[in-house]
C-alpha cells in the first residue's frame, strides 16, 4: 500500500470563529456542507456519502480552536483536522484543513476540500 502523505490547506473565511466551529463540529453542521448526512454514535462520526457510509472517530477537540477525526479504517497515523487561526491584527478567520492521501490522490483530494469548503462558503455567506 502507497505511503500517504500530510498537505495542509487554508481558506479565509469571513465569519465569527463560533459559527464556523460549529459548522465543523457537529453533526448537523457538517451534513450542511461536508457530508450528505452525519450521524454520531458513542463518539464515531458516520458520514454519508451517496448512501454509503464512512466512519471516522473523534480523536481531538480543543473548543473552539481545532477538532481532529481518524478514519476508523484508515492507517493508524493518518487524520484530517479542522483548525482555525484568527489573525490578531485583521480579525480575520482561517480554517486550515490537515489530511493525507497518496501521491497520485494528491490533487483530486485538494479539489474535492477546495469543492466542499466553497459550499461551507456560500453557506455562510462568506
Known amino acids: 500500500m502507497a505511503e500517504?502523505?500530510?498537505?495542509?490547506?487554508?481558506?479565509?473565511?469571513?465569519?465569527?470563529?463560533?459559527?464556523?466551529?460549529t459548522r465543523l463540529s457537529t453533526a448537523?453542521?457538517?451534513?450542511?456542507w461536508f457530508a450528505d448526512d452525519v450521524n454520531i454514535?458513542?463518539?464515531i462520526f458516520t458520514f454519508m456519502?451517496?448512501?454509503s457510509g464512512q466512519d471516522a472517530k473523534?480523536?481531538?477537540e480543543k473548543a473552539g480552536k481545532s477538532?481532529?477525526?481518524?478514519?476508523?479504517?484508515?492507517?493508524?497515523?493518518?487524520?484530517?483536522?479542522?483548525?482555525?487561526v484568527i489573525d490578531d491584527l485583521t480579525s480575520?478567520?482561517?480554517?486550515?484543513?490537515?489530511?493525507?492521501?497518496?501521491?497520485?490522490?494528491?490533487?483530486?483530494?485538494?479539489?474535492?476540500?477546495?469543492?466542499?469548503?466553497?459550499t461551507l462558503m456560500q453557506l455562510l455567506g462568506s
Not at 28 to 32: E, S, Y
Not at 69 to 76: A, K, P, R, Y
Not at 92 to 118: G, P
Request: with cysteine; proline share 1%.
Open 49 to 51: 456519502w451517496e448512501g
Open 58 to 60: 473523534r480523536v481531538r
Open 41 to 43: 454514535n458513542h463518539g
Open 4 to 21: 500517504k502523505q500530510k498537505f495542509e490547506l487554508e481558506y479565509i473565511i469571513r465569519t465569527s470563529p463560533k459559527v464556523l466551529f
Open 92 to 118: 480575520e478567520v482561517a480554517l486550515i484543513i490537515t489530511d493525507f492521501a497518496e501521491e497520485d490522490e494528491m490533487e483530486e483530494s485538494k479539489q474535492l476540500w477546495d469543492s466542499q469548503v466553497n
Open 67 to 84: 477538532i481532529r477525526f481518524h478514519w476508523v479504517d484508515d492507517d493508524d497515523d493518518c487524520y484530517f483536522e479542522f483548525r482555525l
Open 28 to 32: 448537523d453542521g457538517l451534513a450542511q
